[in-house]
């Protein structure tokens, strides 16, 4: 088993651990894109050989997307399927949205889990563990992003024993709302960021994606229906920027988008894609590991944290409002200070031709905001997570601080 560090260097982790070694678990059930928010720390733990490290996931398409990625890290570890109950196997026939069947294979995979001394998730279907009976470990939840959705800052994040958020905005807006204890929840830096990064200095990620000097448009619409531009905005603005030939352009929306659209849909967009210009892209692995935020020159969204990503580098950003009226001192809005808010439609071009001109009215706010989102960034969030975790698990005592059944 091979596992590397985040400077590019192979570190190999052969021989044998410790029988005392703390079993430390990354449960990756939520879909391909919160395998970047748990991947480097788990290699992490493996490179420091004071843990034994386990990977599980629930479908076999989730093993073959881990594997890839670790293989992107450079990195080499054990992943797992967790079982599929047979009946569940049926449930995607009447009801095709709910594809990733987590709580059958939770439940399914519950002694697997229960096996682990420490289980580090990006999700929080994973908390039903604590009401199955049974050996149950420590409940450890890394956010899949640093968000201002209100989704974020749930009641059953209470039920996790330690959390590890990117920054201290996080943090801090947990414990004034009181789902965690201010023991109970540690800023790392932005796991995936670190993650990313190393990608992009091994030549894993372009830096340019078309061979000319137009600005690049991100659209990067989230998939709540409620909250998502897509319906209201979407083809407006795709059709629009097309036709008016000075600008390339990305619509890359949250993965989670596709499995609410139809056949239909998603085929009449990717024939709008434009070879040198235009991509279309419903989820394929450059939608989440940073491709798109990396080389976009204007960001245009709706509620989506992936807008914290994008601003790593302070850049002009645009917002489609479908909820109306003024939400910007919403705290599930605050990113929307971060640029230009958009309510119609017809109004998205001007926009965009103004963002760059407008950036200045928004760069520090922008620089301010992802420092107190993110926090370190670098393989720095890598080693603070991962001491958490091994803190937590015990390691420094080569014993489990695992909770009694």
């Given at each position: 088993m091979y596992a590397t560090n985040f400077g590019g260097s192979f570190g190999d982790s052969s021989g044998a651990l410790s029988s005392t070694a703390p079993k430390v678990g990354f449960l990756f059930i939520g879909g391909a894109h919160h395998m970047l928010h748990l991947a480097p720390v788990a290699i992490e733990l493996a490179r420091q050989r004071n843990c034994a490290v386990h990977l599980f996931v629930g479908a076999p398409e989730d093993k073959v997307a881990l594997d890839r990625l670790l293989a992107r890290l450079n990195?080499?570890?054990?992943?797992?399927?967790?079982?599929?109950?047979?009946?569940?196997?049926?449930?995607?026939?009447?009801?095709?949205?709910?594809?990733?069947?987590?709580?059958?294979?939770?439940y399914a995979g519950r002694r697997m889990l229960g096996a682990m001394d420490v289980l580090v998730t990006a999700e929080r279907t994973s908390t039903m563990l604590k009401r199955l009976p049974g050996r149950t470990p420590l409940l450890v939840h890394i956010p899949h992003g640093a968000g201002d959705r209100a989704k974020g800052f749930e009641q059953r994040i209470r039920m996790f024993d330690h959390v590890i958020v990117a920054g201290p905005k996080d943090r801090a807006r947990m414990i004034a709302e009181n789902v965690v204890a201010p023991e109970a929840c540690s800023v790392s830096g932005y796991i995936k960021l670190a993650g990313v990064l190393g990608l992009q200095r091994r030549g894993q990620i372009p830096e340019r994606l078309f061979a000319n000097d137009r600005p690049t448009i991100l659209y990067n619409p989230h998939f709540a229906p409620d909250l998502s531009?897509?319906?209201?905005?979407?083809?407006?603005?795709?059709?629009?920027?097309?036709?008016?030939?000075?600008?390339?352009?990305?619509?890359?929306?949250?993965v989670r988008l596709r499995d609410r659209l139809s056949h239909a849909d998603c085929r009449r967009f990717e024939a709008m894609a434009v070879d040198g210009r235009v991509?279309?892209?419903?989820?394929?692995?450059?939608?989440?590991d940073m491709t798109y935020t990396l080389a976009a020159d204007i960001y245009v969204g709706d509620v989506s944290s992936q807008v914290y990503e994008f601003l790593h580098r302070p850049r002009p950003c645009?917002?489609?409002?479908?909820?109306?009226?003024?939400?910007r001192t919403d705290p599930a809005f605050a990113f929307w200070n971060f640029g230009e808010v958009v309510d119609r439609p017809e109004d998205i071009l001007a926009a965009l031709r103004r963002a760059g001109a407008r950036h200045g009215e928004f760069a520090a706010?922008?620089?301010?905001?992802?420092?107190?989102?993110?926090?370190?960034?670098?393989?720095?969030?890598?080693?603070?997570?991962?001491?958490?975790?091994?803190?937590?698990?015990?390691?420094d005592e080569a014993r489990p601080l695992v909770r009694a059944a």
């Open positions: 990195a080499r570890l054990r992943v797992d399927v967790l079982p599929t109950p047979p009946w569940a196997r049926m449930i995607p026939r009447f009801r095709p949205g709910w594809a990733s069947l987590k709580l059958p294979r939770i531009s897509w319906h209201g905005f979407g083809e407006a603005l795709a059709r629009q920027v097309i036709e008016s030939t000075d600008c390339n352009l990305i619509i890359a929306p949250h991509i279309v892209d419903f989820g394929s692995e450059r939608s989440t645009l917002f489609l409002n479908v909820t109306g009226g003024e939400r706010l922008q620089t301010e905001a992802v420092a107190q989102a993110f926090g370190p960034i670098g393989a720095e969030a890598v080693r603070n997570a991962a001491a958490t975790v091994a803190h937590l698990a015990g390691a």
